[in-house]
């Protein structure tokens, strides 16, 4: 089988920098997704790591380590806005594509 | 109409129905998605259209039937659903180099509200 694992919920304060953790045990890695999603709205599509390594854009990067089973989302000048749920997916080759995804975390920005 | 169009936003169907969603795309994308959102759940993958060919069902029962008649289009048919069927579908676009390659941004239509009595 395959596991994902984020926290729950996180807080930071406004301005600050938040790292966003996500840990997985799969077979066929194919790749790992970060979604932001604000309640009551469809999900945006963040990023799409296959390679080891950060890939910058903009305010957000993420981060992936296959020999770890490792990615984090790390969001700088955090914004009011950024409040809302993250949510980690891996895609998975094993003869055919599977993207599971995790539970999210919330982050809250507070003032 | 611009970006990802999904129709109806809303739909009640009960368990011996039949109804489909409608997903259209004026992206000019080549691949699309639809996508599970159940209250309390994760957010499910259900199946990927690159090119016109399914390459991802993520084990969805068969009372789920996707169809992709063209890259702009993408149907959900919906045939004897249970009540643990009602979420939220969405579809999704992005634009891809081949089957199997890095996957790019998403785009995301508003989704259609199911509720199934």
């Known amino acids: 089988g395959q596991n994902i694992d984020q926290p729950t919920e996180m807080t930071a304060t406004e301005g600050a920098i938040v790292q966003i953790n996500c840990t997985y045990q799969t077979s066929g890695f194919n790749g790992l997704f970060w979604y932001q999603q604000h309640a009551g709205e469809a999900p945006t599509f963040l990023s799409y790591n296959v390679l080891d390594g950060l890939e910058e854009k903009g305010r957000f990067s993420s981060f992936l380590s296959r020999s770890k089973g490792y990615s984090y989302l790390l969001l700088k000048e955090l914004q009011m806005k950024d409040s809302a749920s993250y949510l980690c997916?891996?895609?998975?080759?094993?003869?055919?594509?599977?993207?599971?995804f995790g539970a999210g975390t919330r982050l809250f920005v507070k003032a | 109409e611009t970006g990802v169009t999904q129709t109806p936003r809303h739909l009640v169907m009960g368990m011996t129905n039949k109804k489909s969603l409608k997903c259209e795309q004026h992206l000019g994308h080549n691949a699309m998605y639809w996508y599970k959102q159940s209250a309390k759940k994760p957010l499910e993958l259900m199946f990927v259209y690159n090119f016109k060919e399914q390459t991802e069902n993520n084990s969805v029962p068969s009372r789920f039937s996707p169809e992709c008649p063209n890259s702009s289009h993408l149907f959900l048919h919906l045939h004897t659903l249970q009540p643990e069927d009602s979420a939220l579908y969405l579809c999704?676009?992005?634009?891809?180099?081949?089957?199997?390659?890095?996957?790019?941004?998403?785009?995301f239509g508003p989704g259609t509200r199911l509720t199934v009595l």
């Open positions: 997916a891996v895609r998975r080759n094993t003869g055919g594509f599977k993207t599971i």
């Open positions: 999704a676009s992005s634009q891809e180099k081949g089957a199997g390659g890095r996957l790019n941004e998403q785009f």
